[in-house]
């Protein structure tokens, strides 16, 4: 692989200390909800990412704003049908800032777990705009990078599940892990609830996230952290504070 992550970067501190946890309650899901509304941009971000899960029928996406402290915001999320459909939306996606600027979307990672062919090609025809992510079930690492098949020259990054949804449900929510992640105030029900139930799972000798449904919008939330650590260990990024 051209790089790994060190686990210390999903595995520390906080995320490492409270691994038999039951996961965040309702109530602190919901205590993540900030004062900015869905479709606003609270800060004037370093950055603007884009993340998507891939359905049968249909694509989840959200977009996070990244302070320079690493604090991060949820700005806008949705649905589509089309795979296609994720680089117009992304690409089309713009917010104002408090202090007049208007900021886009600058990497995004889609999952391709599901459809590989199509998000593969999607991702190559963005040259460099968005990546295809692919989930580990290993017990060890966080983000690693490879070639696609087929697709030369256009990365592929696998993504740890343990670590990452140590790092979302754990840390950053029931934790309340610094540098905060904040949902839009307005957030409805049903991006709400991707994040509720979530819940490491004793089984087989090794520990698993259960299985929730209709949890997308959380996975598109996990692959915006991931494409954040490739645009740091690419050196086109840094923050003011370690991102955890």
């Known amino acids: 692989t051209a ?6 970067d999903w595995s520390s501190d906080v995320c490492s200390s409270d ?22 941009c609270p800060i004037d971000p370093l950055i603007i990412t884009f993340g998507a899960d891939i359905g049968q029928d249909t694509q989840h996406w959200a977009a996070v704003a990244w302070a320079e402290n690493g604090t991060s915001f949820v700005v806008d999320y949705g649905t589509t049908t089309g795979i296609e459909d994720l680089e117009r939306i992304a690409t089309s996606l713009e917010f104002a800032t408090p202090t007049g600027r208007t900021v886009k979307v600058t990497n995004g990672m889609l999952d391709s777990g599901y459809n590989t062919g199509a998000v593969y090609s999607l991702c190559w025809k963005t040259q460099g705009f968005l990546y295809p992510a692919k989930g580990s079930n290993a017990n060890i690492g966080t983000v690693s990078e490879s070639i696609c098949k087929d697709y030369a020259a256009l990365p592929l990054y696998t993504v740890n599940e343990w670590w990452s949804k140590v ?3 754990n840390g950053k929510i029931k934790n309340r892990q610094a540098p905060y992640l904040w949902f839009p105030k307005d957030s409805d029900e049903p991006f709400l609830r991707a994040f509720m139930g979530q819940r490491p ?16 919008w959380a996975d598109a939330v996990r692959l915006n952290h991931a494409i954040i650590h490739r645009l740091i260990l690419s050196d086109a990024i840094s923050f003011t504070a370690e991102i955890k």
């Open 3 to 8: 790089y790994e992550i060190s686990t210390r």
């Open 19 to 40: 691994l038999k946890s039951s996961g965040p309650s309702d109530a602190e899901v919901l205590a993540c909800r900030g004062q900015h509304l869905c479709g606003s």
């Open 167 to 169: 790092w979302l449900f």
């Open 201 to 216: 799972e004793e089984k087989k000798g090794r520990r698993e996230w259960r299985k929730v449904a209709n949890d997308h």
